[in-house]
């Protein structure tokens, strides 16, 4: 379950995905198959190449990405989620979700 944001960055997300840029959505997250995960990052583009070409820079595999055909994309989390996060200078995804 997704929760702590607004429709406008969901759908900003979206919009960005679906034009080819590589995009970040980070948002408090609860699943019981990760107790200890609170938070999820989702970086995603509908260019299934870019997307693993980016991932490859972090070793992040391409059999990794979930394949949604409308949004695919990474799920990052715990402390690959904060590394990426500060390689790729988002700070305020790890200031609002206290990373």
Not at 19 to 41: M, N, Q, Y
Not at 84 to 92: A, K, R, S, T
Request: net charge negative; proline share 3%; glycine share 6%.
């Amino acid at each position: 379950m997704a929760f702590g944001l607004k429709r406008e960055e969901v759908n900003e997300w979206k919009q960005r995905v679906r034009s080819g840029e590589i995009a970040f959505l980070t948002h408090f997250w609860v699943d019981d198959r990760f107790p200890d995960i609170k938070t999820v990052t989702k970086v995603g583009c509908i260019d299934l190449h870019k997307l693993a070409e980016w991932g490859k820079q972090y070793n992040l595999k391409s059999n990794w990405i979930h394949n949604d055909p409308r949004f695919p994309h990474f799920d990052l989390m715990g402390d690959t989620q904060k590394e990426i996060l500060q390689q790729e200078g988002l700070y305020d995804h790890i200031e609002r979700f206290n990373l």
